[in-house]
């Protein structure tokens, strides 16, 4: 079973895009004049008085946590997700697993080849979380291709080093070991049409199919138990819940 409901990763992620949003409201004119009045009035209402602010900071101001990668704590595993600030609660959602999603029967040979960011959902579905080469080539390709005018239905700034979504780094976090054991799951969460419009910019994923009909397949990390500043997240690549 899942650990926590769909309901509940709704209500964490939209929480924290709406406080991204309003952090950034200057950027975000075009967006907020297809909104109805009320939603442009809350918007405004939640602006802070010092204008944009750090994804990590708005993470931590409105979840209580914030997360970034940093070289792991194990040796030659490459870089990690660590706790940098605050606790992350048992059941809150803790990252994001960004990428391209392919469905089961859709190819995927030159991207997968020497790929260890493919992650596989139970149904067979696959997503490429891979932000190098090819990878990245067709995810922005992908998302390029999907904007509703000046609408982005997806984020692609978790390519860079910088993401908008500071959730959206799932894809680094490692594997658990014999004396590092899993303190985070994986979650099938899927994005159904009524997701608010404005808030699609920082969804990480994106379907590779063109056309494809909702709801958009994403996979959360959730928090087996608290998780404190300076631990490193550990998931069990072999277990996703659906
Ligand atoms: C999805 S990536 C995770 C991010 C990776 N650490 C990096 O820097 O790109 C999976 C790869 O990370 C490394 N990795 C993950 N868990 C590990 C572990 N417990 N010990 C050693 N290497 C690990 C392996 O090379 C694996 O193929």
Redesign the pocket.
Known sequence: DKLVSDEEVLLNITKLFRALFSSNLGDQRDILQTLSSSSQTDYQAAVGEEGPSDPCRVMFDTMGFAIERRP?S???????VFVVMGTVPKGATVAMYPGTIYQRYEPIFFQSVCN??I?RCIDGVLID?NDKGISKAVYRSCSGRDRLGPIKLSDTTWLTAKPYNPLAVG???????ND?AANVCYQEFDVSTGFPIELCQYLPNVNYRMDMPRPLRCVVLVALRAIHPGEEL?SN?YTVVH
Do not use: E, I, M
Request: net charge positive; hydrophobic share 25%; with cysteine.
């Open positions: 792991s194990l040796q030659s595993a490459g870089t990690g260890p960011f992650f979380g894809q680094y976090v490692n594997n658990c070991s590092k550990f690549y």
